[in-house]
């Protein structure tokens, strides 16, 4: 188990909050007052993020966060969670019979006239210039039918605020809701709230500003970039939400959270060892994407929290009465036990041709490692496996999380929180 110390210090009062993740604080009796939900991308892996809430549920009758936050499809999560009517147990089981239920035609267009099509559109227009796209926005694939079900399961036209979200901020089931994305004019990362802000937050390369959320903000959060297309909000194009967010904590943590739940799609091995090559001869396009696409969206929860740990060594050396000035914050970061990316190469035989032709193309037949194949993994046996491995993951370290909800009970210190691997 990776033991970072999770500990983060931001700014003095009356210049922004200064938080300080660790043991200390101060709570009321309930698991919830101050718990925030941060769920990170990685595609198809974030239904890994569902399983870890079922059991989470399951266990804490009393479970809702009432901050969420979300990037890329992570969104997807957050969004779902913060309009459904019932209990957060109830929407999480909701949000499980919609991965269960996805496939990859149910996200992206996978007909083979289309892709024949858009792949001639595609290279004509790297040489012409764009001049043969006309209206149309250059992507690799058309993820329509992801707004499409997005509307029928939400129950809202793709531009029009989320009913649900609004209902369940005035019952006081939910605070605030956080989904970022990256405008891709200005190249900062735009983090949409809706909900109960105290402050608005201005940092290099990123901020924040109020939004009713709708379908297009999670389209936009998602849009991986090339992939698909980006999203037109407020008169700027946006895309995927991990492509400028360097800092996934920052939203949960200025929007007052005490303590936050962090669920990465990303596995990580602690034990340093001599890696073997995932490769034979020339290294595939498939691999170079997958290794970008995997630092871009899966490595910024873990250096985040490398950053926090940093930090958290000025405040181990600070006075008594100097720590009065800032408050403290507490982060539990949750991963799978196993690579998603290698995982999702035994489930390549299953999705559509037109795609599977198309990744083999890219080469994903050449590595052990298809991290892209992963991140569009959309088929029922895969997503299935995912979610049983979070519960698994998450009951293999019940005792952990038992102990990091409760302290917002007693308001006990605990002992240092660890993340799962």
């Known amino acids: ?35 925030a939900l941060a769920m990170t991308g990685g595609g198809a892996r974030a239904a890994y993020q569902v399983g870890v809430l079922r059991h989470i549920c399951r266990h804490f009758d009393d479970f809702q966060p009432p901050i969420l936050t979300g990037v890329s499809a992570g969104a997807i999560n957050a969004v779902y969670l913060a309009a459904h009517p019932g209990r957060f147990e109830e929407a999480v089981d909701r949000l499980a019979d919609l991965w269960l239920h996805l496939t990859a035609d149910k996200v992206f267009r996978t007909d ?10 595609w290279g004509l227009n790297l040489v012409l210039g764009g001049k043969l796209l006309g209206g149309r926005r250059p992507s690799l694939l058309d993820n329509d039918p992801l707004r499409r079900m997005l509307e029928r399961r939400l129950h809202a036209k793709s531009t029009d605020p989320i009913d649900g979200i609004r209902e369940n901020l005035e019952r006081g089931r939910l605070r605030v809701l956080a989904v970022t994305g ?27 500003e109020n939004a009713q959320i709708t379908i297009e903000h999670v ?10 297309p980006a999203v037109r909000i407020d008169g700027g194009w946006h895309g995927d939400g991990g492509i400028r967010s360097i800092a996934p904590l920052s939203p949960a943590m200025h929007l007052g959270a005490g303590r936050i739940i962090a669920i990465s799609t990303r596995f990580q091995d602690g034990q340093p060892r001599h890696e073997e090559s995932v490769i034979s001869g020339y290294v595939p396009v498939a691999q170079i994407v997958g290794i970008l696409l ?12 490398a950053n926090m740990n940093r930090i958290n060594e000025v ?11 800032f408050r403290q914050t507490r982060v539990l970061v949750l991963r799978p036990s196993e690579d998603l990316g290698k995982l999702a190469g035994d489930y390549e035989i ?36 995912l979610i049983d491995l979070g519960e698994r993951d998450a009951r293999t370290h019940a005792e952990l999380i038992s102990e990091f909800l409760n302290s917002g009970k007693s308001g006990g210190a605990g002992r240092k929180i660890q993340a799962m691997k």
């Open 294 to 305: 995997d630092s871009v969206f899966l490595d910024l929860l873990d250096y985040d929290a």
């Open 182 to 208: 990256t405008n891709y004019g200005t190249g900062i990362s735009v983090t949409w709230l809706q909900g109960d802000v105290a402050e608005h937050w201005l940092r290099a390369r990123r901020r924040s």
């Open 112 to 121: 083979s006239g289309y892709f024949l099509g858009n792949f001639v559109r």
């Open 350 to 385: 299953t999705l559509p041709q037109p795609f599977r032709y198309l990744m083999r193309g890219l080469g994903t037949r050449d590595t052990k490692s298809p991290d892209s194949l992963s991140l569009l993994m959309f088929q029922p046996d895969y997503l299935r496996y």
């Open 315 to 325: 405040y181990d050396e600070i006075s008594a009465a100097t720590r009065t000035h």
């Open 1 to 35: 188990m990776h033991t970072p110390r999770n500990r983060v210090i931001r700014g003095r009062r009356g210049k922004g909050p200064r938080i300080a993740c660790g043991h200390g604080s101060i709570m009321p009796d309930s698991i919830n007052t101050d718990l």
């Open 219 to 228: 389209m936009a959060s998602t849009a991986l970039p090339l992939i698909f």
